[in-house]
């Protein structure tokens, strides 16, 4: 059973940066396709960046694409998203989450989840 903890989210105005981090335990990290979504109230939830398991490919969803970077750390058992240029409408709770599949969008694909973390951007 894989346990992921998301950290970093918080309140930041909009052209500004965040990190978040997804720590990974109980199991093998590295054989996991890792992958960032988010949901907004209201709204449905929406995929945002995948990596597969070596790092070697990514994969992002149109509304983040050129300002948000996915990576991993695979000797930490860490997956990062780097939000850089930050607008109002990306105001949601990010989850982190992890698949034995091949990179995907599709959030039914994910055997894992994380509890989330709010990110809150501001004028």
């Known amino acids: 059973q894989v346990k992921l903890v998301e950290s970093g989210g918080g309140l930041v105005q909009a052209g500004g940066s965040l990190r978040l981090s997804c720590a990974a335990s109980?199991?093998?990290?590295?054989?996991?396709?890792m992958a960032w979504f988010r949901q907004a109230p209201g709204k449905e939830r929406e995929f945002v960046a995948a990596?597969?398991?070596?790092?070697?490919?990514?994969y992002y969803g149109d509304s983040v694409k050129g300002r948000f970077t996915i990576s991993r750390d695979n000797a930490k058992n860490t997956a990062y998203l780097q939000l850089n240029s930050l607008k109002i409408g990306d105001t949601a709770v990010y989850y982190c989450?992890?698949?034995?599949?091949?990179?995907?969008?599709?959030?039914?694909?994910?055997?894992?989840w994380g509890q989330g973390t709010q990110v809150t951007v501001s004028s």
């Open positions: 989450a992890a698949a034995r599949d091949s990179l995907s969008y599709r959030g039914l694909q994910y055997d894992y």
């Open positions: 109980g199991g093998a990290f590295g054989s996991y396709t």
């Open positions: 990596i597969s398991w070596g790092g070697g490919r990514t």
